[in-house]
C-alpha cells in the first residue's frame, strides 16, 4: 500500500511569513501533484511535478520534487490571509493518485 | 469553477437507505474518477471510469457500486447504509485515462456531503 505522510498537519503563521510543507512516502511515484482545498469545496490542481529534481514556481509558491521521486515540498513566501486552506499532495502511479491527510495552513492577518 | 458538476450538494438519510450521487465531467473529459473524504482517512480513491468502463479499483466497499454511461456522466450508488458512510463524496474528471508511468491531472468538483443518521 502506498502511503503518503504529510507534516505539519496543522500549521497557523502570521501574514508575510515563510513556510514549507512537506510530503513523504516510501513509494516511487511517476508524478507528484499539489492541490488546495477550502472548506465545503473540492480540491484544486496547484502543480504536478514529473521529473526529479524538478522544482516549480507559481507566484510565490515553490514547489519541488524529491531526486528519488518519493518526497515534495511546498514552500510558500510572504503567507497572505488567502493562502488558508488545505493543501494535499498526491502521488501518481497505477492509474490513480494516492493523497496525503494535508496540512491545514492558517494564516493571520 | 473546475467544470465538474455533482448533484445533490447535501444529502441527509437513515441507515439502512440507499442513494445515488451524480457528477457529470467537465467538457470532453472522459476518465472520471470517485472519491470519499472523511476527516479521519482524508481522501480515499474508490473507483475510476474511462470512457464507459471501469478502470481502476480502490478502496470501494461491495455496498457501493459505480457506473459511466454513454453520455459520459457518472452516478455512484451507495446502499445499506451505515453511520460511517457520512462523508463528503468527490467527483473528479481527466482527459486521459492515466497509465502505470504517466500521470493524468484530476479536475475535482463540489462534493456531495453525505449524512447518514
Known amino acids: 500500500t502506498q502511503l503518503l505522510e504529510q507534516s505539519p498537519q496543522f500549521l497557523s503563521i502570521q501574514e508575510g511569513e515563510n513556510l514549507t510543507v512537506y510530503c513523504n512516502s516510501s513509494?516511487?511515484?511517476?508524478?507528484l501533484q499539489w492541490y488546495r482545498q477550502e472548506p465545503g469545496e473540492g480540491p484544486v490542481l496547484l502543480v504536478t511535478?514529473?521529473?526529479?529534481?524538478e522544482v516549480k514556481k507559481l507566484k510565490r509558491l515553490t514547489f519541488q520534487f524529491g531526486d528519488a521521486r518519493k518526497d515534495s515540498s511546498l514552500h510558500i513566501t510572504a503567507a497572505q490571509p488567502g493562502d488558508t486552506g488545505l493543501y494535499l499532495c498526491a502521488g501518481g502511479s497505477n492509474y490513480k493518485l494516492t493523497f496525503g491527510k494535508g496540512t491545514l495552513l492558517t494564516v493571520n492577518p | 469553477d473546475s467544470g465538474v458538476t455533482q448533484t445533490p450538494k447535501h444529502l441527509i438519510t437513515a441507515t439502512g437507505q440507499r442513494v445515488t450521487l451524480r457528477c457529470s465531467p467537465r467538457?470532453?473529459?472522459?476518465?472520471v474518477y470517485w472519491y470519499q473524504q472523511s476527516l479521519d482517512q482524508g481522501l480515499q480513491f474508490l473507483i475510476q471510469?474511462?470512457?464507459?468502463?471501469?478502470?481502476a479499483k480502490g478502496n470501494i466497499l461491495e455496498r457501493f457500486s459505480a457506473q459511466q454511461f454513454p453520455d459520459l456522466h457518472s452516478e455512484l450508488n451507495l446502499s445499506s447504509l451505515e453511520l460511517g458512510d457520512s462523508a463528503l463524496y468527490f467527483c473528479a474528471s481527466s482527459l486521459s485515462p492515466g497509465s502505470a508511468n504517466s500521470y493524468n491531472e484530476q479536475f475535482f468538483g463540489p462534493g456531495t456531503r453525505l449524512t447518514v443518521l
Open positions: 511535478v514529473v521529473t526529479g529534481g
Open positions: 513509494s516511487v511515484f511517476s508524478s
Open positions: 467538457s470532453g473529459d472522459l476518465s
Open positions: 471510469y474511462y470512457n464507459g468502463e471501469e478502470r
